[in-house]
């Protein structure tokens, strides 16, 4: 049956059609702290997010031992946090998952090595991220194995500005 198959790519097939909202923002200036959701972060190329523990020059983050480029923001999905709850009975709110951004409706694992506009930025996607031991520490939930390639992902800023919640966020083809 596979061979059958017409082989050739449908029209369009190459771009990813999708439209994405940004949900909630958060940030924490040092290690350990809670994650604090704002409406606004102002995003700055090459470096990172204003206050936040992992802004280039300022770190003060559980892995400012390892410096990351590709690290200055980071994502994650609103439907990783839902079916979190209905598949490992495990309820997890967006501050919890300490990323920066959490979007509704973004392939975050499809966008490994392409850019995209988030609001009014454009960020180049650098690698997804590794669930850690460290967050179930935090939240006392046992969240490790459940986010295996559904931790959200990593991102460098390209063109830095503000991103409010309710931004929209597309793909940059």
């Not at 300022?58 to 031992?65: A, D, K, P, T």
């Not at 839902?82 to 490992?88: F, H, I, S």
């Not at 459940?146 to 597309?170: A, E, F, K």
């Amino acid at each position: 049956m596979l061979n059958t198959i017409n082989a050739a790519p449908a029209q369009g097939a190459a771009q990813l059609g999708w439209t994405g909202v940004v949900r909630f923002l958060h940030l924490a200036p040092r290690a350990f702290l809670p994650m604090r959701a704002v409406e606004t972060l102002t995003l700055v190329a090459g470096k990172g997010i204003e206050g936040d523990r992992y802004m280039i020059g300022n770190e003060e983050g559980f892995y400012s031992h390892k410096p990351e480029e590709g690290r200055q923001v980071t994502l994650f999905e609103l439907e990783t946090l839902v079916a979190l709850k209905r598949d490992a009975g495990i309820e997890l709110g967006p501050e919890e998952h300490r990323r920066n951004v959490t979007v509704e409706g973004v392939p975050l694992n499809h966008l490994v090595g392409r850019r995209f506009w988030l609001g009014e930025t454009l960020l180049e996607a650098t690698r997804l991220s590794v669930p850690c031991r460290h967050i179930e520490e935090i939240t006392g939930k046992a969240i490790f194995d459940p986010l295996i390639n559904r931790s959200g992902l990593n991102c460098r800023i390209l063109q830095g500005g503000t991103v409010t919640v309710g931004d929209i966020v597309r793909n940059a083809a």
